[in-house]
């Protein structure tokens, strides 16, 4: 009998192309799985500890409500930049050349936002609004091509990002033609409430329609280490500023306790993050069905007020090493407490998503409530700013180790072992909160 014909190509061929297709690919391809973060986006990074120095000094030089909006505002302007960039490298591959021509041409572009930040809202605003505008717009645009030719609706999911940013580009310009100040202000938190509203809202687009969850496959464990670096960022830049006030600083008494409280505040600010945060944060990511979903709410929102509460508060420590026992002020008293609500605050929002559970964790409540009473002592009492301070870094190291006890051993497996009437207490509470939260539960999949 004749042998029939072989069929040209077959499984061999089909591997072969597969991989030059893959060799050809600017995506790191990863399915959700594991992505490395690769030495050129740590030294992306660089960049955005000169533009967290920048803020802290922008706040620190007006203390006032007015100074105080203008520093959140161009903090959201600079967190978006970034993190918008940290969304793309999840997916495209920073070790092509094309791409890492492009995140060259966005560090430029970073750095020129980043330098504008002092005279934002004076003469620099026009290269702070074109220099961001160019990094939202340029950096989107390329990914929604790259992203295209291997997947069209994920191509289309990136142009309906550029397509949002465009849409808010006139406002920035016009914004930064403006000599009035608030008006300035007004157009600029009106292009930021669109592009904030943006991952919310799918970003819908006339003709293309919107995004759906399915779209933002991500690499959870990349999203999650990557917003863990920012958060150390944030906190080096909190010990630079430290440092360098410390080392210029006239000899004066309390000055090394200033240093040493500096120290431990950012230390246990890192540990209360890092302990169980990071940890259970990344695992939920990696484990969710949808992790794009996750990203959004802890990683891209909820990271907004811890970051933004480590840079005031770093604020609070260079006003402490200039005067460590001046009566402190009202401006002093809001930083602090600004400071530490933000970051307890947004801890505990980024722990309640990440642990599963519909409430936040006690320690962070608690806290937020002692931190009340710290500001209203500070605001009628006038103590000394280092000793206010320091009062407030107690208050971390007592979270911190409220937080330790509750998941290494738990404070009320402790309490019940010893028979205590609170330990009772606590477990009946909790026991019949759980109860409540599965009858909910089953009644909605009813």
């Avoid at 026991?431 to 009813?446: G, H, V």
Wanted: aromatic fraction near 14%.
């Amino acid at each position: 009998m004749a042998e029939a014909p072989r069929r040209p190509g077959g499984i061999g061929a089909a591997i072969a192309a597969a991989e030059a297709k893959a060799r050809r690919s600017l995506l790191r391809n990863h399915n959700g799985g594991y992505a490395a973060v690769s030495n050129l986006e740590l030294f992306f990074d660089l960049i955005f500890v000169f533009a967290v120095t920048q803020l802290s000094h922008f706040l620190l030089a007006d203390l006032s409500l007015p100074g105080a909006f203008k520093t959140g505002l161009l903090f959201l302007a600079v967190w978006w930049a970034w993190m918008f960039t940290t969304w793309v490298t999840n997916w495209i591959d920073p070790d092509r050349a094309p791409n890492r021509l492009m995140l060259g041409a966005v560090m430029l572009g970073s750095l020129i936002m980043s330098a504008a930040v002092p005279g934002a809202f004076g003469a620099s605003g026009l290269a702070f609004a074109v220099s961001y505008i160019a990094i939202q717009i340029g950096r989107s645009f390329y990914v929604s091509r790259v992203m295209a030719r291997e997947n069209d609706g994920q191509g289309r999911n990136l142009l309906r990002v550029t397509i949002w940013f465009a849409a808010t580009a006139p406002l920035w310009l016009w914004g930064a033609l403006q000599d009035s100040v608030a008006v300035r202000c007004a157009l600029w938190l009106l292009a930021l409430g669109i592009e904030y509203a943006g991952p919310v809202a799918f970003f819908p687009v006339p003709r293309l329609g919107r995004s759906q969850p399915d779209d933002w496959v991500i690499s959870g464990s990349h999203m999650a280490e990557r917003c863990g670096l920012f958060i150390i960022i944030a906190l080096g830049e909190g010990l630079i500023i430290t440092g360098a006030t410390y080392a210029a600083a006239r000899a004066q008494p309390g000055l090394d306790l200033a240093l040493l409280n500096a120290f431990a505040g950012s230390f246990a600010m890192w540990w209360l993050y890092f302990d169980m945060g990071a940890r259970r944060g990344a695992r939920h990511i990696q484990n969710h069905a949808v992790p794009g979903l996750i990203a959004r709410q802890a990683f891209t929102y909820w990271h907004i007020p811890i970051v933004a509460g480590i840079i005031v508060l770093a604020v609070a420590d260079e006003l402490v090493m200039s005067h460590p026992y001046e009566g402190v002020h009202g401006e002093f008293v809001a930083v602090v407490f600004g400071g530490t609500a933000l970051f307890i605050g947004g801890l505990a929002g980024f722990k309640r998503i990440s642990s599963g559970q519909p409430w936040y964790p006690a320690s962070h409540v608690y806290g937020l409530g002692l931190a009340v009473l710290l500001a209203a002592w500070g605001f009628f009492l006038h103590p000394p700013g280092l000793v206010l301070f320091t009062a407030t870094t107690l208050l971390f190291i007592a979270i911190a180790v409220w937080e330790w006890g509750s998941f290494h051993g738990g404070w009320l497996e402790g309490m019940e072992r010893r028979e205590w009437r609170l330990g009772t207490y606590l477990r009946t509470r909790t026991d019949k909160r759980r109860a409540a939260r599965l009858a909910n539960e089953a009644a909605t999949r009813e």
